[in-house]
């Protein structure tokens, strides 16, 4: 079965700066997804960006980016230039990559906050 | 913009009632989701249906039900209320028919308390 470990409960960051948050994850499968899902305070939790296993180049969307380590099954979200908005659960989420039905598997979260 | 919406934002229910969480999507997803969110816990998935009048169990289906007789619709029913099922629930919903790994689309989450 897989598994995905956020090990930071909480973070916080100042507006502009840089932040890291941390993904780890276990399978034994060699073709997945995974994805970070921001959730902010009382709204609805929408994908922020996906990585396709398969794929060496990290994907990027805008201020956020991720680096995507298959060998050490780590995967972690870099988001710059901060802004009030990014202030939001966030979590990260493995799916197999399959034809059939998969479903995602999501960590424990990682609530950020963005102080001004 | 796909929307997923989900009937009540905030519900407090009795022990022992019977419970429907209602979830609606207009964007004719094939798939739809059930998750529950507890702090420190994340996301369990509860049921999901591949389409209409379809369902499976998910991670954790013990005290629940789900309908979908409508492709639009997916309900979660609570057969008996109890206090431990005192959450935040949300659903989702994805195209599916053999399309692979599509994203899921989540709506805004029932917070239901069970006194």
């Known amino acids: 079965a897989q598994t995905v470990t956020q090990s930071q409960p909480e973070m916080s960051v100042q507006e502009a700066e840089t932040v890291t948050l941390s993904c780890t994850y276990d399978?034994?499968?060699?073709?997945?997804?995974l994805f970070w899902y921001k959730q902010p305070p009382s709204r609805q939790m929408i994908l922020v960006i996906r990585?396709?296993?398969?794929?060496?180049q990290n994907a990027t969307e805008n201020r956020f980016s991720v680096n995507f380590q298959k060998a050490a099954k780590s995967f972690s979200l870099k988001i710059s230039d901060s802004q009030l908005g990014d202030t939001a659960m966030y979590f990260c989420?493995?799916?197999?990559?399959?034809?059939?039905?998969?479903?995602?598997?999501f960590g424990t979260g990682t609530r950020l906050l963005v102080s001004p | 913009d796909v929307k997923v919406t989900q009937s009540s934002r905030y519900l407090v229910k009795r022990t022992g009632e019977k419970v429907f969480l209602e979830c609606v999507q207009d964007?004719?997803?094939?798939?739809m989701f059930w998750y529950r969110q507890d702090p420190g816990l994340g996301l369990r998935l509860i049921y999901f249906?591949?389409?209409?009048?379809?369902?499976e169990k998910g991670d954790i289906p013990e005290g629940y039900s789900v309908s979908r007789e409508k492709k639009e619709r997916f309900s979660l029913i609570l057969e008996s209320a109890s206090t431990n099922q005192t959450s935040m629930y949300l659903c989702?919903?994805?195209?599916?028919?053999?399309?692979?790994?599509?994203?899921?689309?989540f709506g805004d989450g029932t917070r239901l308390s069970i006194l």
């Open positions: 964007m004719d997803h094939e798939n």
């Open positions: 399978t034994s499968e060699n073709n997945y997804y």
């Open positions: 989702a919903s994805r195209l599916g028919g053999g399309r692979v790994n599509q994203p899921q689309h």
């Open positions: 989420a493995f799916e197999l990559m399959n034809t059939g039905f998969q479903k995602l598997v």
């Open positions: 990585q396709e296993a398969y794929k060496q």
């Open positions: 249906s591949y389409d209409v009048k379809m369902k």
